[in-house]
């Protein structure tokens, strides 16, 4: 698929994610270069599942449990996390006369089932529902 602007992409894929019930997150992209000097200009770009990562297995000294003590044998809490190694993933890149396309994608999500009807509660799309909102209550003039 080809799109003509990196935002028409990442509305793109934020529908898409939003229908099928998961969140995505800017995963990370690069700059053109010339003659060694970064352009503002991107080349490509990543989106991945929010679920996607590794799990993080630090733990917090929650102040209920340690009331000030500290030392061995103080108890500890996991945190939590939503991370479970989910591969969905969509890669982009800008071609030679400035049009986006994707270049790689991968959709079987692992180790979590998204459900469509609770992507509303989903933390990137309630913020969207809000600005929705917000607009429709303050117009600008």
């Known amino acids: ?16 994610a939003k229908q099928q019930g998961f969140g995505i997150v800017k995963a990370g992209g690069a700059y053109k270069q010339e003659k060694g000097k970064t352009l503002n ?9 929010e679920s996607g990562g590794k799990p ?10 340690l009331n000030g003590v500290s030392g061995k044998g103080v108890k ?3 945190r939590k996390t939503k991370k479970v190694g989910c591969p969905v ?7 030679k006369d400035g049009k986006w396309q994707i270049r790689n994608v ?13 992507s509303k509660y989903i933390s990137m799309f309630q913020r969207e529902d809000l600005n929705a909102v917000r607009k429709k209550a303050f117009p600008t003039p």
């Not at 602007?5 to 793109?12: G, P, S, V």
């Not at 200009?41 to 599942?49: F, I």
């Not at 993933?89 to 071609?95: C, D, F, G, I, S």
């Open 76 to 78: 500890m809490a996991n």
């Open 56 to 65: 993080n297995a630090r733990t917090r000294a929650s102040s209920r449990l």
């Open 41 to 49: 200009e991107r080349r490509n770009y990543t989106w991945k599942c």
């Open 1 to 16: 698929m080809v799109f003509l602007t990196l935002d028409d992409l990442d509305n793109f894929f934020r529908r898409y």
């Open 89 to 95: 993933m969509l890669h982009a890149k800008v071609t």
């Open 106 to 118: 991968v959709l079987q999500h692992q180790n979590h089932e998204p459900v469509p009807s609770i």
